[in-house]
């Protein structure tokens, strides 16, 4: 079962900032977080992971408290292409086959 | 940029009939995966793959589904006796070996109605 919560669903303005938060208060030491986005009926598509640091690449900003209770994945600038649900996943590192499990994830609509 | 391939992108088949989804992994991965999404419902993990043997697979897998590499590129899912509870998007995904994280890639799915 998915270990994390997010709300089910946020607006954002395009062209503004979307914060998306999710809640993972039982995460262990050697778990990392992840986020992934599956577009309309689409497969899901990577975006950012992190373990206790802040990230940031081409896609998104990933804000990890310090506590690692909970993270936030933030859009810099969101697009209607950008409309999509958000999966947050903890999982431990993923090596050899170990699946990502999805839970209900966060429905993004970004609005003209 | 390489993309995991899917094929047929629909596919309608009858109760009881057997089905074959067919997946086109990136080329120097080496882990494959098969997920399913009934309408309006999560991602479930069905079975992972590597060194052409099941790896991991869920209780949804049971004795109905199979999978096989019969070859070099191809990883396919088989439904020996579809019902029409398996309807849902299935996706293959796929992902390269390494001591650093690399993401699964995942192909655009393949939805199978059982009528």
């Known amino acids: 079962d998915a270990k994390t919560t997010q709300p089910p669903s946020m607006d954002c303005a395009e062209g503004r900032a979307a914060n998306l938060p999710c809640n993972h208060s039982?995460?262990?030491?050697?778990?990392?977080v992840y986020w992934y986005r599956q577009i309309h009926s689409q497969g899901p598509q990577y975006i950012i992971h992190?373990?206790?640091n802040n990230e940031t690449n081409e896609m998104a900003s990933l804000i990890i408290t310090e506590d690692r209770k909970s993270s936030t994945l933030i859009l810099p600038h969101a697009t209607l292409r950008d409309t999509a649900v958000y999966y947050c996943?903890?999982?431990?590192?993923?090596?050899?086959?170990?699946?990502?499990?999805f839970g209900k994830g966060t429905r993004l609509s970004v609005i003209a | 940029e390489p993309e995991v391939t899917q094929t047929p992108s629909h596919q309608v088949t009858q109760m009881g009939q057997e089905v074959i989804l067919r997946c086109v992994p990136i080329?120097?991965?080496?882990?494959f995966y098969w997920y399913r999404q009934i309408l309006g419902q999560k991602v479930e993990f069905l079975v992972s793959?590597?060194?052409?043997?099941?790896?991991?697979k869920s209780e949804i897998f049971d004795d109905q589904f199979s999978v096989e590499r019969p070859d070099g590129s191809n990883f396919t899912l088989k439904i020996r006796s579809t019902k029409l509870e398996d309807s849902a998007m299935y996706f293959c995904?796929?992902?390269?070996?390494?001591?650093?994280?690399?993401?699964?890639?995942f192909g655009n799915g393949t939805r199978l109605t059982v009528t």
């Open positions: 995904a796929s992902r390269t070996p390494g001591t650093l994280y690399s993401p699964l890639h």
């Open positions: 039982t995460i262990s030491g050697n778990e990392y």
């Open positions: 992190g373990l206790k």
């Open positions: 996943i903890v999982s431990a590192r993923q090596s050899g086959n170990t699946p990502l499990v």
């Open positions: 080329s120097n991965h080496l882990y």
């Open positions: 793959f590597y060194n052409n043997e099941i790896s991991e």
